[in-house]
Nanobody
């Protein structure tokens, strides 16, 4: 069974940067979109950024101009570059791969931004 493995989370000071990575342990066919979600304590999960197979991107208003999503189709991997981090970006970040016949989720990686 294919799994998504995330890395790159951690503790960073406000204004700092992190790069999250998410790679599939095997091949995933007919991918429609890849994205990153986050959930902070006591809050609902929200879509942070998404990229389609065609390269179209979506960003939540709160992260526009600070975060950049990218993907490597050959590796079935998706990345999230996060700059100018703020304490309100603190959350568990999970990647998601939407394929034609299946929906894959990573286990989550903690991002903590200190003020």
């Amino acid at each position: 069974q294919v799994q998504l493995v995330e890395s790159g989370g951690g503790l960073v000071q406000a204004g700092g940067s992190l790069r999250l990575s998410c790679a599939a342990s095997g091949s995933i066919f007919s991918i429609n979109a890849m994205g990153w979600y986050r959930q902070a304590p006591g809050k609902q999960r929200e879509l942070v950024a998404q990229i389609t197979t065609g390269g179209n991107t979506y960003y939540a208003d709160s992260v526009k101009d600070r975060f950049t999503i990218s993907r490597d189709n050959a590796k079935n991997a998706v990345y999230l570059r996060m700059n100018s981090l703020k304490p309100e970006d603190t959350a568990v970040y999970r990647c998601r791969v939407v394929a034609r016949n299946h929906d894959y989720w990573g286990q989550g990686t903690q991002v903590t931004v200190s003020s």
